[in-house]
Each structure stands twice: as C-alpha cells, then as structure tokens.
C-alpha cells in the first residue's frame, strides 16, 4: 500500500533536505500534514522528536510520511557517525513546528539536552520556528525576549495566529499558523537562497495580487481570471528574502505570506488608493494585481431583473495604477506586468515604455499550463535598458524569487 501523502514519484533523488522539529504542543497533529506536504513538494524530511511529542503523535507516522528514520532519542544511534551531526551536514533548513515555549529557551540559551536541541545546536543553517501555546504564555516578555534573541542570530519566527487554543483561550495569538503558510514559508525561503535573492540590505516592498471586483448591482460583478498566486508567490519571496513586505490583495483564495502586512481590496479604486497611500515609503513595487481597466457607470442599488432582450452597459475607464505614479517614480523600482494572449514580447515593450517602468513582466496567457489559476508559470523579464532575461517554466515561488533576484540587483539593473 502507498503510504499517505506520497507522490509516485517520491523514490527519485531529492534536491534539498528539511530537518523538522516536532515538539509538545496539542498542535503536533498538524506536523503530520506538513510533513505529507513537504514530501509531496520533493523535499526530502526527516523528523526529530522530542519525547513530549511522541506523546502526542506515534514516530510511525512521520515515519510513514517521511520514509526517512524518526529521531527521538540520542541513545538510538544505529551508525559510527552520531545522527544529529550527520542530519545537520545534509539538511538546508530546520524547520520546528510547532514550536513550544520550552524549545524556544533552549534554543535562545543555547541548551542541548535532547536530541532535537541538540541537532538545533550542531546546525548552522537556515531556522525557521513556528511557535504554538497558550496565548498568555506567547505575550509573556521571557518568551518574546527569547524571540528576539533567536531573531538577532538569524532565525525566522513564524508568527502565530490569533484563534481558539486547545485550552478555550481565545485572547489573542498562539495558534500555530496555518500549515499551507508554513510550507510556504520554507518552500519561498529554499527558492530565494537558489536564486540569490536573500537581501543584504532589506527594502520596503510593495506587492499587489489578484483580481478586482467591479460591481453591477448588489449581486453581480465584473472581474476576470486572475488567481493572485504569482503576485502571492512575490509577496511570499519577498518576505522569506528578508524584506519589508506590503501586499494590496484582490479577492483570492490563497494562505497569507507570514510577516507581510495585507491590506485587503475589492474594487480597482480601492486598489488604487492603497498603492498610492503606501508607495511613497516603498523602495520596490511589483504591480502583478490584474486590475479591471473598465467598471460600470452607474451601479444599481437593487439587483438588475433579467428582461427581454440584449443587455447594454455603459462602462467607464478606471484609473490606471502605474500611470497616476509616474510623477512619484523616480526614487523608486516599479514593475509592471504584461498578460498577453498574442504579440507579448511587442505590447509588453510598448507597455514598459508607455509608463516609464524600470522592467516589465511578460507572460503568455493563451496557455493552459501557465499563468491564470496555475501553479507553474514562464515569463520573460525586459529591462528599460535593454535587457532581456528569460525564465524558463518552473514553481511560481521559484520564478518570484528570480524576479526579485533580477530586479533588485542593481549591477543587472544599470546594464
């Protein structure tokens, strides 16, 4: 029998290595659903528990999942080379979730006396931690004392979300963020360190995604197909390569990068108005949001009755985003996005230098394996100089994190 959340394909070699930390928290059930998510995405994961944990969820689990060895204990060593040091030779990024109050101490204060703090301490690259307890004890000043400190040596909190706790509490914080968001934390920081992209100095960025609405009648609106994925995908790198991010979000269905801030809209003047009060303090904007260029004249204030007949709509121009910014733009990157159905390479040109941008994205949307609603995407990236660089189909958070490589590399940027 396949073991659960496998992929027929799981047998091939992995590319990268995730070392993932399970402690006692009621939330180590949903490890196990990270686990099956990180395999599913090629990664190869090993597990280390702690004894706390394998209270609470069975080591055959992960086992199952991973189909690597669980660790628990020190004393279970079944080769010359002790595991803990051997795991933090081939992993890339350590990844405990959820994290309780008791690991963040050890971690900040450098105690080593099992085998997951052990291995934290023999391990000297990327750390991620997404906390999970009792809100009361996440606002306690030990605890984001010892944040801090792990933040100031380079690790990674992944804050958790506001929510009812196992124990009834809901008075804020503790719960740990949601799974999807922490796989996609470790899937963007793994596709920034490939690309190159992790910040030497953080910029403030700003990111639009999605769609918007445009209104008829109190039930009905004009939109289009825009998922919000690749402009997620370049809040998420954006975020996992160290930089201040701001995403003005359309209507989607998609998990929230942990750490951006989001300011939620619907129409394209509410779009409009959120870039415009945020751009002045941004370095960057990448403007992916797929805003509505036409919106009705009037809309109805009661539903519209289906009548005889064809029916006419006056529509109006919306303001364009980019546009309205060319006089604030000089101190500033902007990119622009092309969705195009046919000549891409010429009206992303024309539209690059229409409104002044620094580079353009431009990407085929006449294909059904990439863009809209996909997964994957292919583009290619123009530069108001001249240059031309092609991205090659791949995982959206991989092409977001060579975008953000391109675009904010200066010596690139100046050729």
């Known amino acids: 029998m396949e073991p659960i959340g496998m992929d027929t394909d799981s047998e091939k070699r992995f590319a990268k290595s995730v070392a993932l930390g399970v402690t006692g928290s009621i939330a180590a059930y949903k490890a196990a659903d990270l686990t099956s998510r990180l395999v ?13 944990a394998t209270r609470l969820v069975c080591p055959q689990t992960f086992l199952t999942l991973s189909r690597n060895r669980v660790t628990t204990s020190l004393w ?35 105690v080593a006396d ?16 997404a906390p999970a307890m009792n809100p009361r004890m996440w606002r306690h000043p030990a605890v984001q004392r010892n944040c801090d400190v792990l933040r100031d040596r380079g690790a990674r909190i992944l804050t958790p979300s506001p929510g009812r706790v196992a124990c009834g509490d809901e008075t804020g914080p503790g719960r740990l963020a949601p799974v999807e968001a922490v796989f996609n934390a470790v899937q963007a920081r ?12 953080p910029k403030r960025v700003l990111v639009t995604a999605g769609p918007t609405r445009e209104f008829l009648d109190p039930a009905r609106y004009l939109t289009n197909r825009s998922s919000g994925k690749m402009g997620y995908a370049l809040a998420e790198a954006a975020v996992a390569a160290g930089h201040d991010v701001i995403l003005v979000s359309g209507p989607v269905d998609l998990e929230p990068p942990i750490g951006a801030r989001v300011i939620h809209v619907t129409t394209a003047a509410e779009m409009t108005a959120a ?24 809309v109805a204030t009661e539903k519209l009755k289906k009548r005889p007949g064809p ?43 229409r409104k002044h941008l620094d580079w353009i994205v431009a990407n085929d949307i006449s294909r059904s394996d990439i863009g809209f609603g996909t997964d994957e995407n292919e583009v290619t990236l123009h530069g108001r100089n001249g240059q031309t660089v092609e991205l090659p189909r791949a995982p959206k ?19």
Do not use: C
């Open 40 to 52: 599913k995405a090629g990664l190869d994961t090993h597990v280390i528990m702690t004894e706390s």
């Open 311 to 353: 029916l006419r709509l006056d529509m109006e121009r919306t303001v364009d985003i980019l546009i309205s910014l060319e006089d604030q733009t000089r101190e500033h990157t902007v990119v622009g996005f092309a969705a195009e159905t046919d000549h891409v390479e010429e009206y992303a040109k024309e539209k690059l230098t």
């Open 275 to 298: 870039v415009r009060a945020e751009f002045a303090a941004a370095d960057t904007l990448f403007m992916s949001g797929a805003v509505a260029d036409y919106r009705p004249a009037a």
């Open 76 to 110: 279970d060593v079944p080769d010359w080379r002790p595991e803990h040091i051997a795991l933090a030779d081939q992993a890339d990024v350590l990844l405990i979730a959820p994290a309780t109050a008791n690991i963040i101490a050890k971690l900040a204060y450098g």
């Open 190 to 201: 793994l596709a920034v360190e490939a690309a190159g992209a992790v910040a030497d100095s």
């Open 114 to 129: 099992d085998a997951l703090s052990t291995f934290a301490l023999s391990f000297a690259g990327t750390v991620m931690i």
């Open 397 to 415: 958070i991989e092409i977001a994190a060579q975008l953000l490589a391109a675009t904010l590399d200066p010596g690139l940027s100046q050729k």
